[in-house]
């Protein structure tokens, strides 16, 4: 079956300081992987998401960039947080055509101070 | 791109009581999934339902997707049924969801 692991669970930084967050899939090959962002209050919102090793496309200009440097690996970086970085971050995977069910991480709650 | 509302937003019930959330979207959709979010955040497949009814255990939905909306049913409702419940949705052209703003459930003993 599939799985999907995401660190650090939670995560205190200072504003400045860099970010790396890593998501990783077991138990399938070539998925659809997701970044999603859950700031205070409900909703997701799409940060990133990628068909392919090295395909990355961006849905929200931001302080924030990502990654796929192996099949199931999927990376969330920032050079520089802001205060406005905060918030939960979500990796999910799909494994696309012809389902598209998507499936989420345990996620990583992250406090820019 | 797509418009997603759900409906309503606050919901309180008493365990035992029954349910009825709403999903209204605005174009035509790929993928409907329904997902319970637990109070450690977790975000728990309900139902991949882009048409049709569904059910299991006391949870049932129904897409009608030529009228672009679904509708989550809850019977008998435990205070483990506690937390928000998402719609998302995936438009035809695209190949990523979009999520309502959610419906806080609570249901108290």
């Known amino acids: 079956s599939q799985t999907i692991h995401q660190w650090p669970a939670t995560l205190v930084q200072p504003v400045g300081s860099p970010l790396s967050l890593e998501c990783t899939v077991e138990g399938t090959s070539n998925p659809n992987l997701y970044w999603y962002r859950q700031a205070a209050g409900r909703g997701l919102q799409l940060l990133f998401y990628?068909?392919?090793?090295?395909?990355i496309s961006s849905e929200v200009p931001q302080n924030l960039s990502a990654s796929r440097p192996q099949d199931r690996q999927f990376i969330l970086s920032s050079k520089k947080l802001l205060l406005s970085d905060s918030g939960f971050y979500l990796c999910?995977?799909?494994?696309?055509?012809?389902?598209?069910?998507?499936?989420f991480g345990p996620g990583t709650r992250l406090t820019v101070t | 791109g797509i418009q997603v509302e759900q409906s309503p937003p606050d919901l309180i019930l008493q365990e035992g009581a029954n349910s009825t959330l709403r999903c209204n979207f605005s174009?035509?959709?790929?993928?409907l999934q329904w997902f319970h979010q637990n109070p450690w955040g977790q975000l728990i497949n309900l139902f991949y339902?882009?048409?049709g009814t569904k059910q299991n255990g006391r949870l049932s939905a129904t897409t009608v997707a030529t009228e672009r909306y679904s509708l989550l049913y809850i019977s008998s409702s435990q205070t483990t049924d506690s937390g928000v419940y998402f719609c998302a949705v995936e438009e035809t052209s695209g190949s990523r969801l979009t999520f309502g703003e959610g419906t806080q459930l609570t249901v108290n003993p």
């Open positions: 990628s068909v392919g090793i090295g395909q």
């Open positions: 339902i882009p048409s």
């Open positions: 174009d035509s959709v790929n993928n």
């Open positions: 999910a995977w799909s494994s696309g055509i012809p389902i598209y069910e998507q499936y």
